[in-house]
Antibody, heavy 115, light 107 residues
């Protein structure tokens, strides 16, 4: 069965970076894009961008350019998102999701930015 | 960016009642709309894709429709397990944008 297994919760200090992962199983990893979504209580769901898991090509929401960097390791069927120059506004739950319709989602990673 | 205006923000309904949630797109998005259900502490789950197509494993009491740039999610006979927050998503253009969500509770 299709699964997207994300890494664990992160507690980070302002100004630092975190890198969260999304390991896919149950399907051919390179067949479908992986997208990333941010969820906060105040802003709801926000689309960050996607990565073409075959070519590594990326497309970002302008709002997250310079904040998020998407990469992929085909050998381990894992997608990554690095968030840099963290501020308290980056505190959120981050999801990865498969395909254009987001038909499968990871369980989410809570990132907390606090000094 | 395309704005998705979702209504109502919250809704309380009785068991077996018919429930309708709507999303209004700020411009034409064709049928590039999906609906999701999210339960507390869980990831969103795809219910409807391409405006009207039921996702795999989703009960047939859920249905989607479109009238111009207005999209609706209908639950024909509300069940206990249907409580949660519902979101629409447009994937016509980047950045994809979500509606603000509808919190559905049982009366």
């Amino acid at each position: 069965q299709v699964q997207l297994q994300q890494s664990g919760a992160e507690l980070a200090k302002p100004g630092s970076s975190v890198k969260i992962s999304c390991k896919a199983s149950g399907y051919t990893f390179t067949s479908y894009y992986i997208s990333w979504i941010k969820q906060t209580t105040g802003q709801g769901l926000e689309y960050i961008g996607y990565i073409n898991t075959g070519s590594g090509g990326t497309n970002y929401n302008e709002k997250f350019k310079g904040k998020a960097t998407l990469t992929v390791d085909k050998s381990s069927s894992t997608a990554f998102m690095q968030l840099s120059s963290l501020t308290p506004d980056d505190s959120a739950v981050y999801y990865c999701a498969r395909k254009a319709d987001f038909d499968y989602w990871g369980q989410g990673v809570m990132v907390t930015v606090s000094s | 960016d395309i704005q998705m205006t979702q209504s109502p923000a919250s809704l309380s309904a009785s068991l077996e009642e018919i429930v309708t949630i709507t999303c209004q797109a700020s411009q034409d998005i064709g049928n590039w709309l999906a609906w999701y259900q999210q339960k507390p502490g869980k990831s969103p789950q795809l219910l409807i894709h391409s405006a009207t197509s039921l996702a795999d494993g989703i009960p047939s009491r859920f249905s989607g429709s479109r009238s111009g740039t207005q999209y609706s999610l209908k639950i024909s006979r509300l069940q206990v397990e249907d409580t949660g927050i519902y979101y629409c998503l447009q994937r016509y253009s980047n950045p994809r944008t979500f509606g603000g969500g509808t919190k559905l509770e049982l009366k």
